[in-house]
């Protein structure tokens, strides 16, 4: 047992999940995604502690926890730090804002404690940034004594660590206009034990802040700016090097858009050249739909290990996207844009987001069907049209007085959260749950294999990937990008409102609910073997009719369904006023 240090500090840095529809923490034995605010911010810790801001004679202790992959417990977290002399500071960082209600429950336990908690992230930010008047949920926390903070943290911990040990917390910290310079800032890294809870024992770090477009949708230009600010080549360097001395050689490049990254070249031959020196470093990036018409962008980036690009394609209704302001995205590009990166080797995730004004069920099974036909995306994930607090479409929508959902915990892009048009809630829900299957059918996932046949992708690899984004929906009900390997539900992390079970009658439940889910789970997976085994003995791949994979040519796309749909049937417009009046006519029946 550890005796107690008047001179420690303990700094706890917690990135928390959010609670499923039963009340449960979303978490998992291992994780799918690494959180990048848990590693820029354990960065720019070990900088803070470096430099001593209590002095040389306290040591400052420091922790991270990711809750997606790890049981927080207040509890026995309270009696460490008072076995360690009672000084600490939590700080609940990069929350969502459907992860706010969980980081709240959290902080008022560990107020109850006695210790001092912040709380940080893009919902903080986004509202103190976007907002006339301070929302609900915010006003909760200051007065359960938990401190706020927006913005960015390079160069503010040291005076957080030194107000919370001087018992001298600001009630709000707001650094919004204070945006850094990344260049030769501390980098983003989590130890080793951390990153060997995610899947693929995949670290990531963000090689920039800031996006120049203006989509309505999007809370990252209102937080970080749409000034490209970027880390040097090498700041990268550096932060491989110390992944690569654990054996962690694959990353998750967080930056929102990296193709619109100024200094995206240089990063892309610093890592070429290492991995030219022997590392085997793989890269997942996040893109726009014009990266294929930047120079060399592409040819970079596979040579430079890239191996899955996301690409935020949104929707193939051209008016939906001149309603978001995404008009960087051209429906006409769509296919040149996927075989390019196909031809470099790199697999295609897209994103689509279900919703929009003129959305209606029979038209987003349409559109589904069009893009299955026309393009050669290999992974789609789906998405609700949320108003994401901090962006654009969510300021406009409560300066108009809107209804909007109060329960910060559904704005996850799952679940509905406001009025439609065209859609009641169930039928935009419903039509949610539906594109999963309507995408990933038997059909065209073998579809999908035989074209990565043809373009050089390994059919069991690109067999993973499509089941890894379709099981999650379907047997745990979240999404694949909150998805993870063996879910976790412990019977006393439950949200507040909901009934704390009986030991005797929760656990048969879920050892029941465990066997029949993964039984059901396991099937699935065969059939997808299936699916690929056939497709591997076709010695004909019988794709020279798929026009998805025919080369783009002046003006073939002219007849394709994806440019040829009548706009006449893509009539309407959104905004805040004809929602209200939407909404309104239904509550008067």
């Known amino acids: 047992m550890s005796t107690s240090r008047a001179g420690t500090f303990r700094l706890l840095l917690i990135k928390p999940s959010h609670y499923d529809d039963d009340g449960y923490v979303i978490q998992w034995w291992r994780s799918s995604l690494p959180s990048n605010s848990l590693a820029t911010i354990y960065g720019i810790a070990l900088n803070c502690i470096a430099q001593q801001p209590l002095g040389p004679k306290v040591e400052i202790e420091l922790q991270a926890i990711d809750e997606t992959n790890t049981r927080v417990r207040p509890g026995r977290i309270t009696r460490s730090i008072r076995r360690a002399g009672g000084q600490a500071l939590i700080c609940l960082i990069g929350v969502q804002s459907n992860q706010f209600p969980r980081a709240l429950d959290l902080a008022r336990q560990f107020r109850a404690d006695g210790h001092p908690v912040i709380i940080g992230g893009f919902h903080v930010s986004g509202c103190l940034a976007m907002l006339q008047e301070t929302p609900r949920e915010l006003i909760d926390a200051q007065?359960?004594?938990?401190?706020?903070?927006?913005?960015?943290?390079?160069?503010?911990?040291?005076?957080?660590?030194?107000?919370?040990?001087?018992?001298?917390?600001?009630?709000?910290?707001?650094?919004?206009?204070?945006?850094?310079?990344?260049?030769?800032?501390?980098?983003?890294?989590?130890?080793?034990?951390?990153?060997?809870?995610?899947?693929?024992?995949?670290?990531?770090?963000?090689?920039?802040?800031?996006?120049?477009?203006?989509?309505?949708?999007?809370?990252?230009?209102?937080?970080?700016?749409?000034k490209s600010r970027h880390r040097s080549a090498d700041d990268v360097e550096r932060l491989i090097r110390a992944n690569a001395e654990h054996g962690i050689d694959n990353f998750f490049i967080t930056d929102d858009n990296f193709a619109r990254n100024r200094n995206w070249e240089p990063i892309f031959d610093r890592i070429i050249a290492l991995r030219e020196s022997g590392m085997p470093i793989r890269l997942v990036i996040q893109v726009d739909t014009q990266s294929h018409r930047i120079p060399r962008f592409i040819e970079k980036a596979g040579k430079a290990g890239v191996t899955r690009a996301f690409l935020g394609m949104e929707s193939i209704n051209p008016d939906a996207l001149k309603q978001a302001r995404k008009g960087q995205n051209k429906t006409a590009d769509y296919r040149a844009l996927l075989q390019a990166w196909h031809a470099a080797g790199v697999l295609t995730y897209a994103g689509y987001i279900l919703g929009f004004p003129d959305d209606t069920p029979d038209s987003i099974r349409r559109d589904l069907e069009i893009i299955k036909r026309e393009l050669p995306i290999d992974i789609m994930e789906f998405f609700i049209l949320t108003p994401l607090p901090g962006s654009a479409d969510h300021k406009r929508l409560v300066e108009a007085g809107v209804a909007l959902d109060p329960d910060m915990n559904n704005y996850d892009t799952q679940h509905v959260t406001m009025a439609h048009p065209k859609m009641t809630k169930e039928e935009w829900e419903g039509i949610y749950r539906e594109a999963w299957d309507i995408y990933y059918t038997p059909e065209h996932v073998a579809r999908i294999l035989r074209r990565a046949r043809a373009w050089g992708y390994e059919p069991k690899q690109m067999m993973d990937k499509l089941f890894a984004f379709h099981a999650p929906v379907i047997h745990e009900n979240v999404h694949p990008l909150e998805g993870g390997l063996i879910r976790r539900r412990c019977r006393k992390d439950r949200r507040p409102g909901f009934p704390l079970e009986s030991p005797l009658a929760y656990y048969p439940k879920q050892a029941w609910e465990f066997m029949t889910k993964y039984s059901r789970v396991l099937r699935m997976h065969s059939r997808y073997k299936r699916i690929m085994e056939r497709v591997i003995a076709e010695e004909c791949l019988a794709i020279q009719d798929d026009v998805a994979m025919l080369p783009v040519c002046a003006g073939g796309e002219k007849s394709l369904q994806l440019i040829a749909a009548p706009a006449a049937e893509r009539q309407g417009s959104w905004s805040p006023v004809s929602l209200r009046v939407q909404a309104e006519r239904k509550q008067d029946g």
């Open 143 to 226: 007065e359960a004594g938990v401190s706020l903070f927006a913005g960015e943290l390079e160069g503010h911990l040291g005076r957080l660590v030194q107000d919370a040990a001087a018992g001298a917390l600001k009630p709000v910290y707001d650094h919004l206009n204070d945006l850094p310079d990344l260049t030769d800032q501390p980098t983003p890294y989590l130890p080793p034990e951390r990153v060997q809870r995610t899947m693929g024992k995949r670290a990531s770090f963000d090689a920039g802040r800031g996006c120049p477009y203006l989509c309505s949708f999007c809370t990252i230009i209102n937080v970080q700016g749409r």
